[in-house]
């Protein structure tokens, strides 16, 4: 990471993946402000790591940036995402496609464009997203969840060429099965965790803090395109995941 890099921001930053973050890059010496709707979490991560609390729905990018007006942000962590539901597109709610495709896709797009002409300016800065394997291979029951997936992805390659010659990076982080709160709406009766994690061997958000760490902390000239990680008991492709046994 590049001893100039001093602020990062971190979206969905009160729960799983992003909760993890938060207190890593704080490890690291960074200003973090982070952004969450759940106030009573924002002020838990505070107080345990002293990142700067923004209150705020993703998608509302007005709010998040009047919070942070005048801040030179070094690095965004693009986060926070949803998976309201999984049916078969033809069952699916209209209003569930919207909500996927403006939280997963059009929220990080459009921060995005607040923040990097600032690093685009000060030729320097790191842009990272956590993206999922279900936009790299097709799911059942995830066709609009994939297709904002998979949209993310293409935005970062099509990041990477507008960006030559910058120095802002661009990383994204696509995680197979990890135990967080993604799927609680998505599965009914609250049957998540019997159904995805009892008995198996997800990933842990931790795991992911980890891979992001060491991805800002190479140096500045090299940048991580691309990481996917997996289980080590789950296939890559189709989401089949077995439970392991041990010897």
């Not at 309201?84 to 459009?110: C, G, W, Y």
């Not at 990041?159 to 197979?176: A, F, K, M, N, W």
């Not at 991805?215 to 000239?221: D, G, N, R, S």
């Given at each position: 990471?590049?001893?100039?890099?001093?602020?990062?921001v971190v979206t969905g930053a009160?729960?799983?993946?992003?909760?993890?973050?938060?207190?890593?890059?704080?490890?690291?010496?960074?200003?973090?402000?982070?952004?969450?709707?759940?106030?009573?979490?924002?002020?838990?991560?505070?107080?345990?790591?002293?990142?700067?609390?923004?209150?705020?729905?993703?998608?509302?990018?007005?709010?998040?940036?009047?919070?942070?007006?005048?801040?030179?942000?070094?690095?965004?962590?693009?986060?926070?995402?949803?998976?309201?539901?999984?049916?078969?597109?033809?069952?699916?709610?209209?209003?569930?496609?919207?909500?996927?495709?403006?939280?997963?896709?059009?929220?990080?797009?459009?921060?995005?464009?607040?923040?990097?002409?600032?690093?685009?300016?000060?030729?320097?800065?790191?842009?990272?997203?956590?993206?999922?394997?279900?936009?790299?291979?097709?799911?059942?029951?995830?066709?609009?969840?994939?297709?904002?997936?998979?949209?993310?992805?293409?935005?970062?390659?099509?990041?990477?060429?507008?960006?030559?010659?910058?120095?802002?990076?661009?990383?994204?982080?696509?995680?197979?099965?990890?135990?967080?709160?993604?799927?609680?709406?998505?599965?009914?009766?609250?049957?998540?965790?019997?159904?995805?994690?009892?008995?198996?061997?997800?990933?842990?958000?931790?795991?992911?803090?980890?891979?992001?760490?060491?991805?800002?902390?190479?140096?500045?000239?090299v940048d991580v395109a691309r990481?996917?990680?997996?289980?080590?008991?789950?296939?890559?492709?189709?989401?089949?995941?077995?439970?392991?046994?041990?010897?």
């Amino acid at each position: 990471m590049s001893d100039a890099n001093r602020v990062a921001v971190v979206t969905g930053a009160t729960s799983g993946i992003g909760e993890a973050i938060v207190p890593m890059l704080r490890g690291r010496g960074l200003a973090v402000y982070a952004v969450g709707r759940n106030a009573a979490a924002l002020a838990g991560l505070a107080e345990r790591c002293g990142a700067i609390p923004v209150e705020a729905d993703v998608r509302d990018t007005a709010r998040i940036a009047e919070a942070l007006a005048g801040v030179a942000v070094d690095i965004l962590v693009n986060n926070a995402g949803i998976l309201s539901t999984r049916a078969a597109f033809q069952d699916i709610d209209p209003a569930e496609i919207d909500a996927m495709i403006d939280v997963n896709l059009k929220a990080p797009m459009h921060l995005t464009r607040v923040f990097l002409p600032g690093m685009v300016a000060r030729k320097r800065g790191h842009l990272l997203y956590v993206g999922s394997s279900g936009g790299q291979a097709p799911y059942p029951n995830m066709g609009a969840y994939g297709a904002s997936k998979a949209g993310l992805s293409l935005f970062c390659d099509n990041l990477r060429c507008d960006l030559l010659g910058t120095g802002v990076r661009v990383s994204e982080i696509v995680p197979g099965r990890v135990q967080t709160a993604l799927y609680r709406t998505s599965l009914p009766g609250d049957q998540a965790k019997a159904v995805l994690y009892d008995g198996y061997r997800p990933i842990q958000p931790e795991n992911i803090a980890q891979i992001v760490h060491d991805v800002i902390a190479l140096p500045a000239h090299v940048d991580v395109a691309r990481v996917e990680v997996f289980p080590t008991d789950q296939a890559t492709g189709g989401g089949t995941m077995v439970k392991f046994e041990a010897p």
